[in-house]
């Protein structure tokens, strides 16, 4: 079991001895039971530090944020952050290293293996509790306790947890510099179980599921807002750097390249996703925060999860397993498939 | 007017409502929205996931079409707004203020043809919130009530087994005289039980609650400096769904979208627009005057318990509590309402 | 796309012709198109052309944009593997579009609507096949509608 009390100590520790400028945890939400993410740089402020199955945010984006807010502030960081990551988190710190969106030394990450707790599906655990709100949520070994008003709750943690966690194969975060909990593959469902369901739809039902969800996007961008590889400069569905001066033409105004409209109709929400789902082929480590975020539950989850399949299968790649890999897309091998072509 | 329809019977007036299309909450995917009614209509929906702000501002319209051959000048075709009538079943009555504020925003100093074309046809049958269709909600530290009929035509309450439909405008009288002998007289009994639910209703806490949303404005002009935005502002992740979801929100953006070039060919388009996304405010120099978290944060809450307030004299708020339940990273505008006028 | 009047759309009617968007490598396959026409080998015209550098340049966007201005499918040809003008561009291209056809055919898009093929400077009667093939796999599926712009 991880203690929080070692998260925090640590957590201080660094922060009292200066190795750190600040620590990225989770903290005590004023939603409900959920935590919320929190950068604390004072070594008191550790205490106000938590862990349990609400810390579903991937804090490698606080990461990537706070460098985007120093870097327009023209400051530069001369000591390291400190993030608590779970497993996949880590990976995408490793996603980042490898895409020296950071070096090594800037980064410190303190590991937590989730060993069989995972993180809480909140719309799992809604169709379970029927209308009742808990106040918190904690995980004891083998289940899920809820404070609630009528009282505790306690559910198998198999039965609400996130679909990513029950299918996860590596809990245990390789990148760290200090790590808690133990190493244990949890494996309570088989990895891509979720996409291998879903694919014994044929085409045209897939294509009717994709098209009712494409036509219910709103464009709030929530699930590239969350994502910590959506760390473009300009999006491709923003066209904001066009340079204006008085010189620019209407013409030239109006023929910017745009792929994609700024609309929520179909046919701009598919380019959208897909676009998305294609930058983040070989980079996308499965935390799913897309999906959590989605507010109209669009499960984003298995496009990424399709190309984490194909790139596995059939280029042996990993996202996240090692800072030194090529990326996906920019590296071949001679027997890459080729049936497919004429 | 005010007359009892039989649970069993709520169908039935729908298809009374002759030229009328009807809405209601119904789940796809288990996502609560508006969508054409299909019987039975049941109405136990929690808060729908979007408000009934797209009916009259759509997330997209066109405004007119154009065409250019080349040398000549650029042809225009005027776009008019659909002109359905459209009957929206079941809104909260957070929503139906929404629908007042939103009416506010679209007709004040400047009308908006296309805002206002589909509002004049548009109905909204309200349904009483017996029981707090969030957690999250907070209407009446706001000014409003789970039994307000602001902005509402009908309002809906469920006495067990019938509804007590209340009419607050003329179009709701229609709606409802269009029901013909499907709606009766209620009795002394069902008259003292709308009373006692309402009562109830009102005296029912909400879990959460602005702590003094009169003094909210001063209280923010005079903390518009605040470190507080920041702090509070650090873990916005910077998305639209705050803003897109919230019954109030009415930024929008305008674009030409260009759908062929020989001859050049498209159309001017109305899209939502968002305060929080970091483009909002970005100017063709480069310069963009909100371009940290706290400071998008202060803007959008600012305008909903202060701005608002000094243009039209209510806060533009209405407490639904969609932008709480809904947020990524669990920001609640009451906590930061709070906090930053409880700071000195 | 300044052709779009010129086709017919409605796929029941017999004289439905698909509409391909070609994004054909600068070195061999446009050069491949090129033999095609001047060895006046017989093939449908319903291919549009757009020549590129590699087929390593063809960027998954551009596959998305024909679709959405309303290609019935969309063919990418380059140079044969080991033959790439740029070395290695091809193997890019391999890997990069397989993902995108994946990915496609996973949302439902019928997976004839995209293809790939290895034509070289030479094989001015390979390309034509390509086409032929192409145009007759597509002609039954109709136009495309999955993911071409909405009017506006």
């Known amino acids: 079991m991880i203690r929080i009390e070692d998260i925090r100590t640590q957590a201080r ?16 939400g004023s939603r409900g039971m959920a935590a919320e993410p929190v950068l604390i740089s004072q070594p008191e402020e550790a205490e106000s530090l938590v862990w349990d199955p609400t810390c579903f945010h991937n804090l490698s984006l606080n990461l990537v944020q706070e460098r985007k807010r120093l870097a327009r502030k023209g400051m530069a960081s001369n000591k390291p952050l400190a993030l608590v990551a779970k497993g996949c988190d880590a990976r995408s710190v490793t996603v980042l290293l490898q895409e020296n969106h950071f070096r090594r030394e800037d980064v410190y990450v303190l590991g937590v293996s989730c060993e069989g707790s995972g993180v809480l599906d909140e719309r799992k655990l809604a169709r379970v509790l029927d209308g009742l709100t808990p106040d918190s949520a904690a995980y004891d070994g083998d289940d899920y306790v809820f404070q609630t008003e009528e009282g505790e709750k306690r559910l198998p943690a198999r039965e609400v947890m996130a679909d990513r966690c029950l299918e996860c ?119 799913a925060e897309c999906e959590r975020v989605c507010p109209v539950h669009i499960p984003l989850r298995l496009l990424n999860n399709k190309l984490e399949r194909e790139a596995r299968e059939k280029f042996g790649y990993e996202p996240g397993a090692s800072v030194d890999l090529p990326a996906l897309v920019s590296s071949f091998r001679d027997d890459d498939p080729n049936e497919f072509i004429r | 007017m005010e007359l009892i329809l039989e649970k069993g019977r709520l169908d039935d007036w729908i298809a009374a409502l002759e030229g009328w299309q009807a809405f209601a909450p119904s789940q796809e995917d288990e996502v609560w929205g508006y969508r054409p009614t299909a019987s039975p209509v049941r109405l136990d929906h929690p808060n729908t996931v979007q408000p009934p702000k797209n009916f009259a501002f759509p997330q997209r319209e066109v405004f007119f079409r154009f065409e250019q051959v080349k040398g000549e000048p650029p042809r225009l075709t005027p776009v008019e707004p659909d002109a359905a009538r459209n009957v929206v079943f079941g809104v909260r009555p957070c929503d139906g203020r929404g ?53 509402l035509d009908v309002l809906m309450t469920d006495l067990g087994d019938c509804w007590l439909l209340a009419s607050a405008t003329p179009v709701g009288e229609t709606l409802m005289q269009a029901a013909g002998a499907l709606l009766t007289e209620p009795s002394a009994e069902q008259r003292m039980e709308l009373a006692r639910r309402h009562e109830e209703a009102l005296a029912r806490p909400q879990k959460s609650a602005v ?37 109030t929100c009415h930024c929008f953006d305008l674009n030409d979208e260009v759908s062929g070039g020989k001859p050049l060919r498209g159309g001017r388009v109305r899209t939502w627009d968002s305060c929080q996304f970091p483009d909002f405010t970005m100017h063709s120099s480069g310069h963009n005057p909100r371009d940290s978290l706290g400071s998008r ?45 409880a700071s000195v | 796309m300044s052709r779009q009047g010129d086709w017919n759309l409605n796929p029941m009617s017999e004289t439905y012709e698909p509409k391909i968007v070609a994004f054909l490598c600068k070195w061999c396959s ?65 890997r990069k579009l397989y993902l995108v056809k994946e990915l496609l055919e996973f949302t439902g898009v019928e997976p004839e609507r995209f293809r790939m093929s290895w034509v070289s400077a030479a094989e001015g009667a390979k390309f034509a096949q390509v086409v032929r093939d192409f145009v007759d796999d597509l002609r039954p599926l109709g136009s495309q509608d999955k993911m071409r712009n909405e009017p506006t």
């Not at chain 1, 520790?13 to 005590?28: F, P």
């Not at chain 2, 608002?308 to 990524?328: A, D, H, L």
């Not at chain 3, 095609?36 to 590699?54: E, K, L």
């Open chain 3, 30 to 94: 446009s050069a491949g198109s090129d033999l095609a026409g001047v060895s006046r080998i017989q093939y449908p015209a319903n291919a549009t052309p757009i020549t590129v550098a590699c087929s390593g340049s063809v960027s998954p966007q551009y596959v998305l944009s024909a679709f959405k201005k309303g290609a019935d499918g969309v063919l990418v040809s380059g140079c044969h593997i080991g033959d790439c003008h740029y070395m290695e561009g091809n193997y890019h291209a391999r």
């Open chain 1, 169 to 287: 194969r590596s809990a245990y975060p390789r990148l760290n510099n200090a790590v808690f909990g133990e190493e244990k593959t949890r494996g309570l469902e088989a990895p891509f179980a979720a996409l291998s369901r879903f694919e014994q739809n044929r085409g045209a039902e897939r294509w009717d599921f994709w098209k009712r969800q494409f036509e219910r996007c709103i464009r709030c961008f929530a699930c590239r807002s969350v994502c910590p590889l959506c760390y473009c400069e300009e999006c491709v569905v923003d066209s904001i750097r066009l340079e204006v001066t008085p010189e620019t033409t209407a013409d030239e105004k109006a023929n910017r390249i745009r792929w994609i409209e700024r609309s929520a109709s179909r046919s701009d929400n598919f380019g959208y996703h897909m676009t998305r789902a294609l930058h983040l082929a070989g980079r996308c480590i499965d935390c």
């Open chain 2, 211 to 247: 702590a003094d949303v009169g003094n909210a404005a001063t209280r923010l002009k005079d903390n518009f400096d605040s470190p507080l935005w920041e702090e509070l502002g650090k873990a916005c992740i910077a998305c639209g769904i705050c803003t897109y979801l919230c019954p």
């Open chain 1, 13 to 28: 520790d660094i922060l009292e001895t200066g190795e750190v400028r600040a620590v990225i945890g989770w903290r005590r």
């Open chain 2, 99 to 151: 629908v007042v504020r939103m009416d506010t925003v679209f007709s004040d100093h400047v009308e908006d043809s296309f805002y206002l074309g589909r509002r004049k046809n548009l109905a909204y049958v309200g349904l009483a919130c017996l029981k707090p269709a969030s957690r999250h909600c907070f209407c009446k530290s706001v000014g409003g009530s789970p039994v307000s009929t602001e902005g």
């Open chain 2, 297 to 341: 944060l202060r803007q959008r809450v600012s305008h909903k318990f202060r701005y608002f307030v000094e243009n039209f004299g209510t806060p533009q708020c209405t407490g639904c509590g969609r932008c709480v339940s809904q947020c990524p990273v669990g920001i609640d505008i009451v906590n930061v309402v709070n906090r930053v006028c």
